[in-house]
């Protein structure tokens, strides 16, 4: 089956140029049915359908992406969102000295940023630096986590894990791996990589949506730490209501209160389908693509921001133009659907499903709009996404 058939799964593909995966991926239609069926159980089952599907979800789900990131069966559970999950994560350690340092790099996701900077109210002596091998040089011993993008949001740049993950190790340190920019689009083996956490959400490559963000715990690491950030469903066993805590084993104990049921349903559509082609066949075509991208870039005038080497590229191409943000609202009125983040630019995501000819129009309609000049309307205005 070639890559472009699966295009008659995802219903905003017949109306636009879909180029923000990296952002929000393409709905399947498979999702709206998803969400129709847990619409179905409610108004049908009601309080039955917990025992019949709703609370397991976020064990059923949570394996689908499991086999996405070469996690084994039980070791990836569901959440809310990725700042949930290393929250929770957090909450397992005592943060007093020596080991109280957390030191991950400048172009870390600002929510994951945030969550680790607070916890400096509770002791952690956060470390924040230049870039890749800035964090390599500031691990030692005093070093409790390294939170580590796989690939940067901003630049689509993927990180030398491998490097990162083996210097903490070697100083006695956590690592936990961010792969929302990655996570079916570039392949990743958590159980290779030996890390002892990995987070992400369904929003990008995955086409999951929103509310469906995940957390993968090592099962040696997940036996021996508790959250303190804990709920119901982490107890071990939820329904006898016991007022006292106590973890359940495994990766289950990551758990906190009453989970997102709608949002998991949604997400397993887009996994089933990422999964039945492959996050290597993805990786291989979206190489290919991103490559045509950069020669067009290029072929164009524009400032290419990514990192040229394609193995050191993620699934999007970010590129400078003048008055970037005013060129996005005017593509955007253009039904070519992309976005830009401040200090980079316009960062253009290609997915399986999306065609040659829908890159080289789009570049081209960047082109047009800057010798136009139909972008300068809409300086102040905002594309409303």
């Given at each position: 089956?070639?890559?472009t058939?699966?295009?008659?799964?995802?219903?905003?593909?017949a109306?636009?140029?879909?180029?923000?995966?990296?952002?929000?991926?393409?709905?399947?239609?498979e999702?709206?049915?998803?969400?129709?069926?847990?619409?179905r159980?409610?108004?049908?089952?009601?309080?039955?359908?917990?025992?019949?599907?709703?609370?397991?979800?976020?064990?059923?789900?949570?394996?689908?992406?499991?086999?996405i990131?070469?996690?084994?069966?039980?070791?990836?559970?569901?959440?809310?969102?990725?700042t949930?999950?290393?929250?929770i994560?957090?909450?397992?350690?005592?943060?007093?000295?020596?080991?109280?340092?957390?030191?991950?790099e400048?172009?870390?996701?600002p929510?994951?940023?945030?969550?680790?900077?607070?916890?400096?109210?509770?002791?952690?002596?956060?470390?924040v630096?230049?870039?890749?091998?800035?964090?390599?040089?500031?691990?030692d011993?005093?070093?409790?986590?390294?939170?580590?993008?796989?690939?940067l949001?901003?630049?689509?740049?993927?990180?030398?894990?491998?490097?990162?993950?083996?210097?903490?190790?070697?100083?006695?340190?956590?690592?936990?791996?961010?792969?929302?920019?990655?996570?079916?689009?570039?392949?990743?083996?958590?159980?290779?990589?030996g890390?002892?956490?990995c987070v992400?959400?369904?929003?990008?490559?995955?086409?999951?949506?929103?509310?469906?963000g995940?957390?993968?715990?090592?099962?040696?690491?997940?036996?021996?730490?508790?959250?303190?950030f804990?709920?119901?469903?982490?107890?071990?066993?939820?329904?006898?209501?016991?007022?006292?805590?106590?973890?359940?084993?495994?990766?289950?104990?990551?758990?906190?209160?009453?989970?997102?049921?709608?949002?998991?349903?949604?997400?397993?559509?887009?996994?089933?389908?990422?999964?039945?082609?492959?996050?290597?066949?993805?990786?291989?075509?979206?190489?290919?693509?991103?490559?045509?991208?950069?020669?067009?870039?290029?072929?164009?005038?524009?400032?290419?921001?990514s990192?040229?080497?394609?193995?050191?590229r993620?699934?999007?191409?970010?590129?400078?133009?003048?008055?970037f943000?005013?060129?996005h609202?005017?593509?955007?009125?253009?039904?070519?659907?992309?976005?830009?983040?401040?200090?980079?630019?316009?960062?253009?995501?290609?997915?399986?499903?999306?065609?040659?000819?829908?890159?080289?129009?789009?570049?081209?309609?960047?082109?047009?709009?800057?010798?136009?000049?139909?972008?300068?309307?809409?300086?102040?205005?905002?594309?409303?996404?």
């Amino acid at each position: 089956m070639e890559l472009t058939d699966y295009r008659e799964r995802f219903p905003i593909l017949a109306s636009t140029t879909y180029l923000i995966n990296h952002s929000l991926g393409a709905m399947p239609a498979e999702a709206e049915w998803r969400l129709q069926q847990f619409a179905r159980e409610w108004a049908t089952r009601g309080a039955r359908a917990w025992g019949e599907g709703w609370w397991d979800s976020v064990f059923r789900t949570g394996d689908l992406i499991g086999g996405i990131i070469g996690a084994a069966p039980g070791t990836t559970v569901m959440h809310q969102n990725v700042t949930v999950a290393e929250a929770i994560v957090l909450s397992c350690f005592d943060l007093k000295p020596p080991r109280n340092r957390i030191v991950f790099e400048e172009g870390l996701f600002p929510s994951v940023r945030y969550v680790q900077q607070a916890w400096s109210r509770f002791g952690a002596e956060v470390v924040v630096c230049a870039d890749a091998d800035a964090v390599i040089d500031a691990i030692d011993e005093r070093t409790l986590l390294v939170p580590i993008s796989h690939v940067l949001y901003k630049t689509a740049e993927i990180q030398p894990v491998e490097r990162i993950v083996a210097r903490a190790h070697d100083a006695g340190a956590y690592v936990c791996l961010d792969a929302y920019q990655s996570a079916g689009a570039v392949p990743l083996d958590v159980t290779a990589l030996g890390v002892e956490f990995c987070v992400g959400g369904s929003v990008k490559w995955l086409c999951g949506g929103p509310g469906a963000g995940w957390l993968y715990v090592r099962p040696d690491v997940a036996e021996r730490l508790e959250p303190a950030f804990a709920g119901w469903q982490g107890h071990a066993r939820p329904f006898a209501f016991e007022t006292e805590m106590e973890p359940a084993p495994g990766a289950a104990r990551f758990l906190t209160g009453t989970p997102v049921v709608a949002a998991n349903y949604a997400a397993s559509a887009g996994y089933e389908i990422v999964a039945e082609i492959g996050v290597e066949r993805i990786r291989e075509n979206s190489m290919r693509q991103t490559a045509l991208l950069v020669e067009l870039v290029d072929a164009a005038g524009f400032e290419l921001i990514s990192p040229r080497d394609p193995d050191r590229r993620g699934g999007s191409v970010v590129f400078r133009v003048p008055e970037f943000p005013a060129v996005h609202a005017e593509l955007a009125a253009r039904e070519i659907i992309c976005d830009y983040r401040p200090d980079a630019g316009i960062r253009f995501g290609p997915h399986f499903f999306t065609t040659d000819d829908e890159l080289r129009f789009a570049v081209s309609q960047v082109g047009e709009i800057l010798e136009s000049g139909a972008h300068l309307e809409r300086t102040h205005a905002a594309a409303g996404y």
